[in-house]
């Protein structure tokens, strides 16, 4: 009987994703606004987290939270933009799979100071095993303060403290040498998160073109959506843990230079002259 009413993978993302609405609701919101499907999909223009079903098969109901919320917050931080943002800086030829470290790192951090129960390391899919880089980094609390502590593959130690606290920018440069030999494991027999190049707010024709049917077909920027998920989690009393400066710098105002100029020209400018003779 037990396995008559077993549950789908499909039916178990959708149930992970209804609790998460109830019991965290800043993830919850967040993912009901983001297209969640499985690779046999058909995909949809847009973000999108993409899954294998074999991989939701292996993870119990608190892992397959956990691994949904840390490809969503991918995409909340706007991690795919800044990394790319980074690139012509870093004359690094490994870049991408150090900034991914990089980036788990802070996702990782962020999920474990909010209570979730990251999956193991290591599974076992369609008979071979694979590393699973949503599990692959645990920080854990040392003296009050959080610490990640990631090997190379030189087997050379790397420890980074309070993660929570610093960008994926600021872990990069500190993992710079981190050694990636081999080849990368790929991301289609686990869980990925997709946004098709469509970056907002990329100042290309293209990209502006991009960013105007967005708008006008409901798909939120990541600085929407989490504004909108902070004050929903808010009016439900319950706000993620570090998040307030996140928010904060996301919706920071963004003043254009040639407005600031503008207004500090204007200043200097007079506007109260006349031809009239001084008043003796």
Same mark, same amino acid.
């Given at each position: 009987?037990?396995?008559?009413f077993?549950?789908? =993978?499909?039916?178990?993302? *959708?149930r992970?994703? &209804? ?5 965290? =609701? ?29 991989? +939701?098969?292996?993870?119990d ?8 919320c ?14 790319? !943002?980074?690139? %012509?800086?870093?004359?690094?030829? *490994? ?13 990782? /951090? ?13 599974? &076992?899919?369609?008979?071979?095993? &694979? ?14 303060e ?10 050379? +130690?790397?420890? &980074?403290?309070? #993660? ?24 289609? %027999? ?14 290309? /024709? ?15 920027? =990541?600085?929407?959506?989490?504004? %909108? ?10 706000? =993620? !843990? ?10 920071? #105002? ?8 503008? *207004? ?5 400018? #007079?506007f ?6 001084? /008043?003796?």
């Amino acid at each position: 009987m037990t396995e008559f009413f077993k549950l789908t =993978p499909r039916e178990r993302v *959708q149930r992970a994703r &209804i609790k998460l609405l109830r019991e965290k =609701p800043f993830f919850g919101y967040a993912l009901m606004h983001v297209h969640v499907i499985s690779t046999k999909d058909l995909k949809p223009r847009g973000p999108k987290i993409v899954y294998s079903e074999d991989f +939701v098969e292996q993870l119990d109901d608190e892992e397959l939270q956990a691994v949904l919320c840390h490809e969503l917050l991918h995409y909340l931080l706007g991690h795919t933009k800044r990394a790319k !943002a980074l690139r %012509e800086k870093a004359a690094d030829d *490994q870049y991408y799979r150090r900034m991914n470290i990089a980036q788990d790192i802070v996702v990782n /951090s962020i999920l474990y100071k909010n209570g979730f129960k990251l999956p193991r390391t290591k599974l &076992i899919v369609n008979g071979s095993e &694979i590393r699973v880089r949503q599990g692959g980094i645990l920080p854990v609390v040392e003296r009050g303060e959080l610490v990640v502590r990631v090997v190379d593959a030189d087997r050379k +130690v790397y420890e &980074i403290r309070k #993660p929570d606290e610093k960008s994926s920018e600021e872990v990069y440069w500190e993992i710079r040498e981190f050694s990636v030999r081999g080849s990368d494991e790929g991301h289609d %027999e686990t869980m990925y998160f997709s946004d098709d190049d469509n970056e907002m707010g990329n100042t290309t /024709s293209k990209s502006t073109a991009v960013k105007a049917k967005d708008v006008a077909s409901g798909i939120k920027t =990541p600085e929407e959506l989490m504004s %909108e998920a902070y004050t929903y989690a808010k009016m439900h009393g319950n706000t =993620p !843990a570090g998040f307030e400066r996140i928010v904060k710098e996301a919706l920071k #105002p963004k003043v254009r230079w040639e407005v600031a100029l503008r *207004q500090c020209i204007s200043k200097l400018i #007079p506007f109260d002259y006349t031809y009239l003779k001084p /008043s003796k």
